[in-house]
């Protein structure tokens, strides 16, 4: 069984930065590209940035030069670093990843951690 766990989110104000985690784990072969989603209240859920094996990064363009996409694959984990934090920025954020297991492989998603950010 595959788990992706996030952590660090939280209420900040704006201006501030978070730094979120997502570790994978279970019967693990392979985990290829890996993503941040969010979706706030009302809203579809939207990518805010991925990541490849690699690490050639893409980012949503209401993100770009505010936050960092970045993995440690010996950790089988994957951060968002989150500056200059907007209360738009609010929202419940996902953790993605295509993940190959001895079963097959498709694409996982965590259970999300909430991003509160104050005016």
């Known amino acids: 069984q595959v788990q992706l766990v996030e952590s660090g989110g939280g209420l900040v104000q704006a201006g501030g930065s978070l730094r979120l985690s997502c570790v994978v784990s279970?019967?693990?072969?392979?985990?290829?590209?890996m993503g941040w989603y969010r979706q706030a209240p009302g809203k579809q859920r939207e990518l805010v940035a991925k990541?490849?094996?690699?690490?050639?990064?893409n980012y949503a363009d209401s993100v770009k030069g505010r936050f960092t996409i970045s993995r440690d694959n010996a950790k089988n984990t994957v951060y968002l670093q989150m500056n200059s934090l907007k209360p738009e920025d609010t929202a419940v954020y996902y953790c993605?990843?295509?993940?190959?297991?001895?079963?097959?492989?498709?694409?996982?998603w965590g259970q999300g951690t909430q991003v509160t950010v104050s005016s």
């Open positions: 993605n990843g295509y993940i190959v297991t001895r079963y097959g492989e498709r694409d996982y």
């Open positions: 990541i490849t094996r690699g690490g050639s990064a």
């Open positions: 279970g019967s693990i072969l392979s985990i290829g590209g």
